[in-house]
Nanobody, 124 residues
Framework: QVQLVESGGGLVQAGGSLRLSCVVSGRTFSSYAMGWFRQAPGNEREFVAAVSRSSDSTNYADSVKGRFTISRDNAKNTIYLQMNSLKPEDTAVYYC?????????????????WGQGTQVTVSS
């Protein structure tokens, strides 16, 4: 059983920063590629970023490139999403996800395990 628990969401002004964390239970954390997704009200869930098992590869949505950084600490079974220069359009529930894949994928169907989400609200 793999469980994911996100934290770090909150309310921030435009231009501010937040760091999200996702702790993954289980002894096979390093076997999974990890991703962050988000879903705003009325919108479909969308890909934000992904990191490979050994952190040698990352991938970002164009909308967050240069502002967000994904990272992981396999010793702590944790991934992070550092979000800088936040914009009101970044407001969403952010989910972390885990999947087994040979290369990074942005489609959510490749991720088998999901957290419950954490709310990020960016005020203008």
């Amino acid at each position: 059983q793999v469980q994911l628990v996100e934290s770090g969401g909150g309310l921030v002004q435009a231009g501010g920063s937040l760091r999200l964390s996702c702790v993954v239970s289980g002894r096979t954390f390093s076997s999974y590629a990890m991703g962050w997704f988000r879903q705003a009200p009325g919108n479909e869930r969308e890909f934000v970023a992904a990191v490979s098992r050994s952190s040698d590869s990352t991938n970002y949505a164009d909308s967050v490139k240069g502002r967000f950084t994904i990272s992981r600490d396999n010793a702590k079974n944790t991934i992070y999403l550092q979000m800088n220069s936040l914009k009101p359009e970044d407001t969403a529930v952010y989910y972390c996800a885990a999947g087994i894949m040979n290369w990074l994928r942005s489609a959510d169907r490749h991720y088998a395990y999901w957290g419950q989400g954490t709310q990020v609200t960016v005020s203008s």
